[in-house]
């Protein structure tokens, strides 16, 4: 696929919109990361709670949610951006063959791949091969399968968790940029997704192979699996594949799977005649972890 710049697009002419896309070129991402990352762990007791306070209101964030819901709960800004919600406060579906938003957070894009291509936003495409870190035969598996991009804002909830039960087959650590993952610049920068930094988290399932892809963006400090725990920092420098273990890791729908240390993007894959999305999954629309999101339609075939 030939390079693209943001002035390419159809969809993004504003030119507020293509400063603030291409000073993102020139900052030094990963150290601006890595500063946040150390920042967001420093305990200040005489300052967070305000902090938190501010930030709540500034992003409308909903505390009464939290399992902790007192500003001053929290030892550092990471343990408050990473909270746990009450219990109930996110139900899964009742049908078993349900697929449960695995995030709080906006739909970006949903569909179809088409030949092997994703819909990053409009007059975006970009390559499935590349998502997952150049892997043409994982690629192969997900070949016109269904996907979903959620975009997860600075006041959502952000920990990751199964829109079914699965056995985790791979971890695939992919390294790249650190782009913002907010609507402008992913309008304005060709094929962020297969660019920035991510983890590719492999798994079977009833429905045949699922992919949760967990996007890292700039000032996203770290990215967590329950497995594995904190996968980034470091900052790797080539991609890194992770199979299963002798002992399985199996997950049900539900369960964390993940989380991010401020916020991101996770993008879904299911393979060929697995799921059908809900009428109401389209771009724009507002999902909460465990949402009816669609449903598993027949069994695939079985792993390669």
Known sequence: MAKRSATDNPGFTGVGERLFVLLQYGLPQHTLSNAMHWLTRRRLPWLLPWVIRVYARLFRVDLAEAAEPSPSAYPTFNAFFTRALRPGMRLMPEAADAIAC?????????????????????????????LLGGDASLAGRFRDGRFATVYLSPRDYHRIHMPVSGELVRTIQVPGRLFSVNPTTVAGVPGLFARNERVVCLFETAAGPMALVLVGAIFVGSIETVWAGKMTPP????ITVTEAGPEPIRLARGDELGRFNMGSTVIL????????????????????VGGSIGQTEAPATARA
Not at 102 to 130: F, H, N, T, W
Not at 269 to 288: E, H, I, M
């Open 102 to 130: 695995p995030v709080d957070g906006r739909v970006s894009e949903v569909g179809a791949i088409r030949a092997e291509q994703l819909l990053q936003a409009k007059g975006q495409r970009y390559r499935l091969d590349s």
């Open 235 to 238: 900052r790797i420098k080539t």
């Open 269 to 288: 894959l299911f393979g060929a005649d697995a799921v059908a999305w809900t009428s109401s999954l389209r771009p724009g629309a507002q999902v909460r």
